[in-house]
């Protein structure tokens, strides 16, 4: 050990502080300060309920090493690695700018990894509120197959978007769980469209408002069933529960005589914003140690007006949507994914 660390230009001491501080540590540490090379004592696992980190401290400081850092493998803390880089360079002058440069490229990797994560989101969001299905006129008073194709869709491109964030973090879709929102098996069981999902972040199915709503337009999840009252009504809103898909009348939408074309509703575009920052807050505290799945704290809306708006808009644009046939990638459509990027939250340290 003595000749290795001779070979050395800092020594990285690193510390199970769930361990009790045994002579053989101590031992170890006189073994490695007369090598005459600086240490730096890395106290790992702190975050764990069995922790001794004071005893260690305390230790440590008996034998002269105060240069320590606290971390834990099983959290990630992108500050805890910028402190760990700025020790290191304390401590060997000669490499400072080589070591200032690494936190420069480590700063614009997670700057990166922050923007990717969002447009990830946003790219979701705009696809799913530009979606469309027709639905029949002569089908209204009963179930239609294109409610289930859209619903389908929107199931289907959360899923892409979940697994999208998963490997920008490097996890695998089984490493996510948590004790409601399960992602089991890499999916998210909890439909999208249930009551219980709208309950669990942050919004009651009742009372919902949205603008332009019309009157006499109801969509029963339970049942499947759709009724329309009188009125020429343009476009529903798949959401959740009784009355919660409710019929809009913007004025640029693409008549299809003998259709009505349905979309997805103001209140379920919060509800895949929600889970999909709810899967990031947890990515974003989870370290790679860690042989425990995610478990993350009921997540709330983040409600953003700017964003229900732009996204009303990509509303308007169902060649917006990957989920359409008449898709079209265009500049645009981009300038508005960016817009609501920049609506969505940001959970990283700088």
């Known amino acids: 050990m003595l000749e290795l660390a001779l070979g ?16 053989k540590y101590k031992d170890e540490l006189a073994v490695l300060a007369s090598s005459a090379r600086p240490i730096i004592a890395v106290l790992n696992f702190v975050a764990a309920d069995d922790s001794r980190e004071s005893e260690w401290r305390d230790a440590l400081a008996r034998v002269t090493l105060h ?32 070591i200032e440069a690494w936190i420069r490229y480590r700063r614009g990797e997670e700057r990166q990894c922050r923007e990717a994560a969002r447009s990830t989101i946003a790219t979701l969001l705009v696809d799913a509120a530009a979606a469309q299905r027709s639905l029949k006129k002569t089908d209204r008073n009963g179930p239609d197959p294109s409610l289930e194709a859209l619903r389908e869709a929107i199931r289907e491109r959360e899923q892409v ?20 929102w399960p992602l089991a098996s890499g999916y998210w069981p909890a439909d999208v469209f249930s009551a219980d999902a709208l309950k669990h972040y942050g919004r009651q199915a009742a009372g919902y408002a949205g603008a332009g709503v019309g ?6 999840v339970a049942t499947g069933g759709l009724s329309l009252g009188t009125g020429a009504l343009l476009g529903l809103l798949v959401g959740t529960g ?8 913007p004025p640029l939408w693409k008549r299809t005589y003998g ?7 103001d209140e379920t575009l919060e509800r895949l914003t929600a889970r999909q920052l709810h899967l990031i807050n947890a990515l974003n505290h989870r370290g790679h140690a860690t042989t425990e799945t995610l478990e993350g704290e009921q997540a709330a809306l983040f409600e953003n007006t700017e964003r229900v ?3 009303r808009k990509a509303r308007q644009h169902p060649e917006w949507s990957s989920l359409n046939p008449e898709f079209r990638d265009n500049a645009k459509r981009n300038e508005v994914i960016e817009q609501v990027s920049r609506t969505l939250p940001d959970f990283y340290i700088d």
Request: proline letters at 3%; a negative charge; hydrophobic letters at 45%.
């Open 215 to 220: 009157a006499g337009a109801a969509f029963d």
């Open 8 to 23: 050395c230009d800092v020594l990285l001491y690193v510390i199970d502080v769930r361990e009790p501080v045994l002579e």
């Open 67 to 98: 240069t320590v850092v606290a971390f834990d493998a099983r959290v990630r803390s992108f500050e805890t690695e910028l402190q760990l880089y700025k020790k290191i360079a304390s401590q060997l002058n000669d490499f400072e700018p080589a």
């Open 242 to 249: 009784t009355g919660a898909a409710r019929a809009l009348i």
């Open 161 to 180: 978007c979940s697994e999208t964030l998963l490997a920008l973090y490097a996890f695998a879709d089984e490493d996510y769980e948590d004790d409601d």
């Open 259 to 265: 259709q009505q074309p349905v979309c997805v509703s």
């Open 309 to 311: 708006e732009l996204l």
